[in-house]
């Protein structure tokens, strides 16, 4: 049966790193069928909605979705639940894809891009289990209002529910299983009810079905803190929607760039994943031609691994780029000179 890959381009650098992952992904799996549609900014503009009913309707249909990036200055001004970024929060919501895996792996050829000295970052490989469709990002109450005093004031609701605690750390204590069977779980229970009642509910799923697990705790500031410090001590990190979303971009930094993380966005078996590169529009340097493809070409490996079932073609397409930075192609986010389409060229080259 034919699978089928919607690729939703977004803004900013999204198109520009989607066409360089569309060539890749043509070369190792032609018979792939991969439809386009519009999300984030450029929807909004088409359509009025930063993610419509029928794209929705076309990203379940699918086997996975690859999506570029969403946002830019063009739509600050936007009504709130139109903004390109409410796009993507919709999609990940309604595909119910909870489980957000970040993987910082540093390419033995970067290990001199990173901002820390090469031997910290020489052989990282950690793995960020971020949880996607609940806490602060989507509780409430929220918004901005004024209070019975006239103050005006702006509140979210952090707020985790047993069971959104429990699947996220079976994903994770699976995924630590396959690895090195160490979990840091992170949270800030010291002041957060929210915090504590995660450490509480990770701790007791582990106790029930941890085995092989070897599971820590850490406060998320500290977390960050030994990130930069000593990164190497992780194997994977478990946290909830708002510090996963944070300590992936310091994680970004130690692999040479924040151009060359990809994530995998997971639900219950046999829904389509969701797959894009950490990274944003990049609007600083959007239609100029020199973004990094590493991300979304990693990222269209990940779909090939967790959605598609072609691990082979997900293996080729890691070692291809490996093996364009091993040849020395650097885009300049490296430090390099290469336009997109060159870095691009030197992947398939790899391939
Ligand atoms: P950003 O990730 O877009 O950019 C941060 C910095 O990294 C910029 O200097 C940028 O030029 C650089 N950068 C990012 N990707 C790169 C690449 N592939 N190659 C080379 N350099 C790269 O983050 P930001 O500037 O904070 O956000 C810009 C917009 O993107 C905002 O509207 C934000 O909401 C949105 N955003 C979207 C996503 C997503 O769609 N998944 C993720 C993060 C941010
Ligand atoms: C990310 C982004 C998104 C997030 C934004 C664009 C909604 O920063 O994927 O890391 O905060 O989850
Ligand atoms: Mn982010």
């Known amino acids: ?77 936007v009504p709130r639940d139109k903004r390109p970024e409410m796009g993507l929060l919709r999609l990940r919501k309604e595909l119910d894809v909870f489980a957000n895996l970040r993987p910082a792996f540093c390419f033995p050829a970067l290990a001199e891009a990173s901002s820390l000295k090469h031997e910290m970052v020489e052989g990282l490989d950690i793995m960020i289990v971020r949880e996607l469709t609940g806490g602060v990002y989507f509780g409430e109450p929220r918004g901005i209002d004024t209070d019975e005093n006239g103050v005006r004031r702006g509140y979210e609701t952090s707020v985790y529910t047993a069971p959104e605690v429990e699947r996220i750390t079976r994903v994770a204590m699976d995924i630590a299983r396959g690895r090195g069977g160490r979990l840091t779980s992170v949270d800030k229970s010291n002041v957060m009810e929210s915090g504590l009642f995660w450490r509480q509910e990770v701790t007791a799923v582990h106790a029930k079905e941890g085995e092989g697990v070897a599971l820590s705790h850490m406060l998320a500031d500290a977390c960050a803190m030994e990130l930069v410090r000593k990164p190497k001590q992780f194997d994977v990190i478990l946290a909830d929607n708002l510090f996963g979303d944070i300590l992936s971009d310091a994680a970004a930094m130690l692999t040479g760039s924040i151009g060359m993380l990809p994530s995998a966005s997971i639900g219950a078996p046999g829904t389509p994943g969701l797959f894009e590169p950490v990274h944003g529009s990049a609007p600083d340097i959007a239609g100029q031609g020199f973004a990094n493809p590493s991300a979304m070409i990693l990222s269209l490996a990940m779909a090939l691994r967790w ?26 986010d490296l430090g390099g000179s290469l336009s997109t389409e060159d870095m691009c060229n030197a992947i398939l080259a790899g391939l």
């Open 1 to 77: 049966m034919t699978q089928t890959l919607l690729l939703l381009p977004g803004d900013g650098i999204g198109p520009e790193v989607a066409a360089a992952a569309v060539r890749v992904a043509q070369a190792v799996a032609p018979d792939l069928l991969i439809q386009t549609d519009l999300v984030g900014g450029s929807a909004y503009d088409a359509h009025g909605t930063p993610l419509s009913d029928d794209t929705l309707k076309r990203a379940k249909a699918s086997d996975a979705v690859l999506l570029g990036a969403v946002g830019g200055p063009k739509w600050t001004d």
């Open 307 to 332: 959605s598609l079932g072609r691990v082979e073609a997900a293996d080729k397409v890691r070692d291809a780029v490996a093996r364009a930075l091993d040849s020395g192609a650097r885009t300049r």
